[in-house]
């Protein structure tokens, strides 16, 4: 009878247990991963949101960088990280995109809690500002008349920047060839020196067009960029092309969903500090944010779309 009651009061102990550590989140510093090398424009970012979170949390979040395997690594870490809150990682469009290319072990649907979609990035169609192109027009035009003559610079394969420029491509019935770097900064050089014509960029272009060597052809957002309001969109210009590429937080699967609700609450009111958004608008980022039950039917949308994304560009590139 001693042994049957202790058992009882083990079991209603462990039940009461959880509501009251989800009470008591966080004790404990948080670790936040960041799938990309220290000092790019996701790691200034994800460190400014680590350090305003914290001051809402009242715990420090700890950056931890993880570089690799097309941003996966943190989402591969969820697979055997406790889902006690205490372990999140930033989360790229690459997680929902990367399965269908070269496989991964964890499942984006199954394996991640989602907590908060934070922002998205600001993607443009540029040339040398000597370049005889003036705008989207005449270069679909000049790729038309002369397929393949035109090189543009992305920073990889299936990156964002990639598969917008197949998807024009296709759009457009021009033809061009992709060639792949290591970054912004690589393809810049390269196109600024002459070896390639286009570069589709990220915010990093924006001092070279300040400075007149950069001509801004479009953006690839669903509206207009606050830094250039006078560059039109790829939708504007009359081609379903959109590309942000979105990031938020996510965490293991399972995860208690009162702890959930208080980092989403950290993350939603840094969204509101006025430093933190300038900081994104700086870094060429504008905030998208979805709580985590928008955000996980975002995500399952990212999953489906990317499968099919990835499909159709196979078909696409092997015409």
Same mark, same amino acid.
């Given at each position: 009878m001693k042994k049957i009651l202790a058992a009882g009061m083990m079991v209603l102990a462990s039940a009461g247990s959880a509501p009251a550590l989800a009470q008591d989140f966080p004790n404990h510093p948080i670790r936040l991963i960041i799938p990309y090398s220290a000092g790019g424009v996701t790691d200034v970012v994800g460190r400014a949101l680590a350090e305003q979170s914290g001051k809402r949390l009242g715990q420090t979040v700890? !950056?931890?960088?993880?570089?690799? $395997?097309?941003?996966?690594?943190?989402?591969t870490q969820m697979?055997?990280? #406790? #889902?006690?809150? +205490?372990? !999140?990682t930033m989360v790229p469009i690459g997680i929902f995109r990367m399965p269908h290319i070269t496989g991964t072990r964890y499942d984006p649907v199954k394996d991640l809690t989602y907590i908060s979609m934070i922002a998205g990035y600001n993607y443009y169609v540029a040339v040398a500002a000597d370049s005889?192109?003036?705008?989207?027009?005449?270069?679909? #035009? +000049? #790729?038309? @008349?002369?397929?393949?003559?035109? @090189? +543009?610079?992305?920073?990889?394969? +299936?990156s964002s920047q990639h598969i917008a420029m197949v998807q024009l491509g296709e759009a457009a019935q021009a033809k061009w060839t992709h060639v792949p770097y290591k970054g912004d900064a690589d393809a810049l050089?390269?196109?600024l020196g002459?070896?390639?014509? !286009?570069?589709v960029g990220a915010s990093t272009i924006l001092p070279y067009v300040a400075s007149g060597k950069v001509r801004i052809l479009a953006s690839l957002g669903d509206k207009r960029s606050p830094d250039l309001p006078d560059v039109p969109t790829l939708k504007e210009a009359g081609y379903p092309v959109v590309h942000t590429s979105p990031f938020g937080i996510a965490g293991p699967k399972g995860m208690d969903p009162a702890v959930i609700a208080k980092l989403d609450g950290a993350f939603r009111d840094t969204l509101k500090d006025d430093a933190f958004l300038a900081l994104l608008?700086? @870094?060429g980022v504008s905030p998208q944010y979805m709580d985590t039950v928008t955000y996980t039917k975002a995500a399952?949308? @990212? $999953?489906?779309?990317?499968?099919? !994304?990835i499909k159709k560009l196979g078909n696409i590139m092997n015409k």
């Open positions: 700890v !950056v931890e960088n993880k570089t690799g $395997a097309n941003g996966t690594l943190g989402a697979l055997n990280t #406790a #889902a006690d809150g +205490y372990t !999140v005889p192109w003036k705008t989207l027009d005449d270069l679909v #035009a +000049y #790729a038309k @008349s002369k397929p393949d003559a035109i @090189s +543009y610079g992305t920073p990889g394969a +299936y050089t390269a196109m002459g070896h390639i014509q !286009v570069l608008r700086q @870094s399952q949308a @990212s $999953a489906d779309t990317e499968r099919e !994304v």
